[in-house]
């Protein structure tokens, strides 16, 4: 059984009333890449990004980006 790190990013941005373009204009990040962190399309997130992400959402706990979660081989 391996762990993957879920980032819970599209629940976050409904429940600020965020998009992610507006998220992106908020941390310099490319809007493609708040997307795809968004719709679980990526498989790595720096952490500088998730700093910036979390300082744009007036966020001080990491557990409420990110998650682990098992998943079977």
């Known amino acids: 059984m ?26 310099d990040l490319r809007h493609a890449t708040i997307s795809e962190l968004a719709n679980q399309k990526r498989l790595s997130a720096h952490f500088p990004h998730l700093a910036s992400i979390a300082h744009a959402l007036n966020i001080d706990d990491m557990n409420q980006i990110i998650t682990f979660e098992k998943i079977e081989d």
């Open 2 to 27: 391996n762990t993957i790190v879920v980032v819970k990013l599209k629940t976050l941005l409904m429940e600020k009333g965020i998009t992610t373009r507006e998220l992106s204009r908020r941390t």
